[in-house]
């Protein structure tokens, strides 16, 4: 994504989007992630879930 600001590239992950946490630019601005509707959170969710299943696959 790019800054509103500066537009330098900002990075983040679907759970700081799901936390809707504050991330800055390379240059100091900050934004606040919004998850509007609750997609972000159940995607994340659903990742989690993934994961799980997969570990449990190798341990059989």
């Not at 609750?38 to 997969?54: F, Q, V, Y």
């Amino acid at each position: 994504m790019q800054c509103p600001e500066c537009g330098s590239k900002v990075r983040f992950q679907l759970s700081d989007v799901a936390a809707q946490r504050t991330v800055r630019c390379g240059r100091g601005h900050a934004m606040k992630l919004e998850d509007k509707g609750g997609g972000a959170r159940k995607a994340d969710k659903a990742m989690k879930d993934l994961e799980k299943s997969i570990k449990r696959l190798g341990r059989r």
